[in-house]
């Protein structure tokens, strides 16, 4: 079959598209023929090295979408989506035309997103549901999202309203914010970080319950903002990876943190989460991916270098 690999990490040259073997399903596997297969930024990362529990040589790819061809007789046939921590890093990846993962590791593919629609969704839906959920977000439920026009910011705001919560969006630009004010979603325009605790209390009086900061940049500013036992929820860091928390406010509200890693999850707890909340597109309550670019395969090598020099597209890869 064709397959992107890497045998070395440290630079995207290391990089191939390749015929390697089609894999075999062990007892309790699947096959799953690849329709469509995410491109994410820790998928450029991991060939950069920043993995250092990669196992070499390795297929990258996390997120997928196909049909199941080998496995369990109730599997074969099925349209299916999936995503995980082991999928490019202890395990052959998505960016191939067939994959192996285990039988619980698959979800029913919603019947209204279409196989490049479900690929693109994997990673920042199940990393938005884990901070809703751990976050314990519910009806009622005070929610700012900051950076909420990325695309796990917008999957955390889609999620939050079909969870009851009363939202409220964060971005850089004004005309970021009249977008979502345009679809119904109070935004504000992020200024300077002490001025968040006055935005935040216009719209939630009191503080919000929860704020998401999608970006890594906003946690000391997120605490005066916070509602009395407030959460925030993070799932980025600075460069450095550090960050003065202010304390004595945080413990005063009875605040606490809420760290948030898609890769602590494997396939099969996320075809958990993607079950939970797959329905909600066949329901028509969240809105289905547009504006993606759908890309051979065969051009993922230089996918993955658009990607590390900061394209924003959707990139879906095609076998």
């Keep these: 079959m064709k397959a992107l690999q890497f045998s070395a ?36 990362k991991n060939v950069l090295g920043r993995f250092p529990y990669t196992t070499l040589p390795r297929i990258p790819g996390r997120d997928f979408a196909g049909v199941v061809v080998e496995g369990p007789q109730e599997w074969v046939g099925q349209a299916v989506w999936g995503t995980g921590r082991d999928l490019g890093f202890f395990a052959d990846g998505s960016h191939a035309q067939y994959l192996t993962v285990s039988a619980k590791g698959v979800a029913h593919k919603p019947s209204h997103l279409s196989f ?20 314990a977000v519910g009806e009622g439920t005070r929610v700012l999202v900051i950076g909420a026009n990325g695309a796990v910011g917008s ?3 889609a999620l939050a309203k079909i969870l009851g919560a009363q939202v409220l969006a964060a971005v850089r630009r004004p005309e970021q914010a ?25 719209v939630f009086k009191g503080g919000a ?45 009875g605040g606490s ?12 707890q996320c075809a958990v989460m993607l079950e939970q909340f ?23 090598v230089k996918c993955f270098e658009e990607v590390n020099v900061g394209s924003a597209d959707k990139i879906v890869l095609l076998p």
Aim: with cysteine; charged share 15%; glycine share 10%.
């Design 178 to 202: 009249e977008v979502l004010q345009a679809q119904g979603i109070a935004a504000i325009t992020l200024g300077q970080p002490e001025d968040l605790d006055a935005q935040v209390n216009a």
């Design 9 to 44: 990490t440290g630079d995207l040259s290391t990089l191939r598209f390749v015929d390697v073997a089609t894999p075999v399903p062990a007892a309790g596997d699947v096959l799953v023929q690849i329709k469509a297969a995410g491109l994410n930024p820790s998928d450029v």
């Design 278 to 300: 797959g329905h909600f597109f066949d329901e028509g309550l969240l809105p289905l991916p547009s504006g993606l670019r759908e890309v051979a395969l065969a051009e993922g």
């Design 257 to 268: 943190v809420v760290g948030i890693n898609s890769l602590l999850y494997n396939c099969e």
């Design 116 to 135: 490049a629609q479900a690929a693109s969704l994997g990673v920042p839906y199940t990393t938005a549901w884990d901070a809703l959920q751990r976050s």
């Design 209 to 253: 319950d929860v704020i998401f900061d999608t970006t890594g940049f906003w946690l000391p500013a997120a605490v005066a903002g916070l509602a009395p036992f407030g959460r925030i929820a993070i799932i980025a860091a600075p460069v450095d990876g550090h960050v003065q928390l202010p304390a004595l406010a945080l413990y005063r509200k």
């Design 155 to 157: 999957a955390a705001l």
